[in-house]
């Protein structure tokens, strides 16, 4: 436990993965912390991934053992558990696990993700990945020509109704309140699809189906009328919720709890960096996500030469 790393990488999803991937090939010492015995992180609840490049249609959970195997392969150093304490503002950073221990390490690659917020509404859990989704750009392609809803009254989920109604027949958006809190330009090319239809003052209380998404029962807040309106799909947007409560301490954070990094992954702690989901970034996908942990390595590899 005495041992310094050039690097400890905090999270197994695609961009600690990949982190992990190429700082192995820069021949740093590092080891990768991940909280569950089974790496990748909100991909292996994917059912299909169908735009990461090189691999059409393969299972969210084939594609992280992919990226596991490859780790592995390199002799990555993995080790379960939980970060529950820290020391990062020393040039010597500290990491304590769940278990006691502490690992010692140069440099630290945070890289836990995050997760969609979620309705907590029955069926929800069921469906996911089976017509619930959290993420259009990902899974719009496999309703073409059907009939989706999309949950929510943001930048996102009006964006995501947009997106949809290029691929779909018809679209649903549902909003609990009666106008969007989305950018007015957005807004104004919602209105103007024909295939796209408003539920105001709604919210979804049952997902129902028997292998996947049929229908949703759908109450209106002010009447507490409660109709059904069938569907083979619901994008839910209604918010995301980075995995970085446990750091903002001492790691700057946007108002909605992403750590501030750009392409570089610096954080303002020199010698941590943020990558994938977690940092403040446009588009959170698998393939930004990997992206980032080269991105991180690469001005780790700095960092170290520099200090």
């Known amino acids: 436990m005495n041992m310094v790393y050039d690097v400890i990488i ?34 292996i609840n994917t059912y299909e991934v169908d735009n990461y490049p090189g691999t059409p249609g393969i299972s969210g959970f084939d594609l992280s053992t992919k990226f596991r195997e490859h780790c592995e392969k390199l002799n990555t150093k993995f080790i379960t558990g939980e970060v529950t304490d820290f020391r990062l503002d020393n040039e010597i950073k500290v990491i304590t696990l769940d278990d006691g221990n502490e690992y010692r390490s140069k440099t630290v690659v945070i890289a836990t993700g995050g997760q969609p917020r979620r309705l907590g509404v029955e069926g929800e859990d069921k469906f996911s990945g089976l017509g619930v989704s959290y993420c ?80 949703l029962d759908i109450k209106n807040v002010k009447t507490g009328e409660i109709s059904n309106v069938e569907v083979a799909g619901v994008f839910i947007a209604v918010g995301y919720i980075p995995n970085s409560h446990i750091f903002n301490k001492i790691v700057a954070t946007d108002e909605y709890g992403y750590i501030i990094a750009g392409e570089n992954c610096e954080t303002n702690v020199p010698g941590v960096f943020a990558a994938g989901d977690i940092r403040t970034k446009e588009l959170r996908q698998i393939i930004t996500a990997a992206s980032d942990g080269a991105n991180a390595i690469t001005a780790v590899e700095k960092y170290l030469n520099n200090n």
Not at 12 to 41: F, T
Request: charged residues 20%.
């Open 10 to 43: 905090i999270g197994s999803g695609p961009a600690g993965l990949a982190a992990a991937i190429y700082a192995q090939r820069a021949e740093l010492n590092c080891i990768v912390i991940e909280k569950n015995v089974i790496s990748g992180g909100q991909i």
């Open 136 to 215: 259009a750009t990902c899974d719009g392609a496999f309703f073409k020509n059907k009939t989706v809803a999309v949950v929510g009254g943001g930048d996102v989920a009006v964006e995501d109704a947009i997106f949809l109604s290029r691929l779909c027949e018809k679209v649903y958006i549902i909003h609990r309140r009666d106008q969007f809190r989305a950018a007015k330009s957005s807004v104004n090319k919602l209105m103007a699809l024909e295939n796209v239809t408003i539920l105001w003052d709604s919210v979804v209380e049952k997902i129902n189906g028997t292998e996947t998404v049929e229908s």
